[in-house]
């Protein structure tokens, strides 16, 4: 079973963005968390990160068929980015939003997500940890649709 861990813009600049928002890690090395955790878990993991929307959106169109679900993080594309919306929803896939930070208790526009009301729930000021929960909750949603 494989399952999408999507990064939107700037989230490849973890290094250089304020590690007091976003914290310590690389994206490299939250990648890497992930792929171990989806061994643990019997799952493949297929990390992505992209500054454009369009590329965010070719990659779901081409893996959806391959793919059981998804956990993104949409960067600053969540709170505007209607298309990369619209490309989850025709998916069809079961999505799991994360955001590093809280985007509550931060700027007014932050707390809005055009992402949360399509997704199945959504993980905000975790950190990387923020990651980890979504893959385990999402690969055991899956994995008990696909018991009899
Ligand atoms: C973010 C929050 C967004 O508002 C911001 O634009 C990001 C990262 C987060 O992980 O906390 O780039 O998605």
Excluded: C
Excluded at 38 to 62: C, K, M, P, R, Y
Excluded at 107 to 112: D, Y
């Amino acid at each position: 079973m494989r399952i999408l861990v999507i990064h939107g813009p700037n989230l490849n600049m973890l290094d250089k963005r304020d590690k007091s928002v976003y914290g310590e890690k690389t994206l490299p090395e939250i990648d890497s968390l992930l792929k171990k955790q989806g061994q643990a878990l019997n799952v493949e993991v297929v990390t992505f990160q992209s500054n454009h929307e369009g590329a965010l959106i070719d990659f779901i169109q081409e893996q959806t068929p391959s793919t059981r679900g998804i956990v993104i993080n949409p960067g600053a594309l969540t709170h505007y980015g209607l298309s990369l919306r619209d490309a989850l929803v025709d998916s069809k896939l079961p999505i799991i939003e994360v955001h590093l930070s809280n985007i509550y208790r931060r700027e007014e526009w932050r707390a809005r997500s055009v992402i949360a009301p399509i997704a199945k729930g959504q993980i905000s000021g975790l950190g990387w940890k923020g990651y980890v929960a979504a893959l385990q909750a999402l690969a055991g949603e899956l994995k008990a649709d696909a018991s009899p």
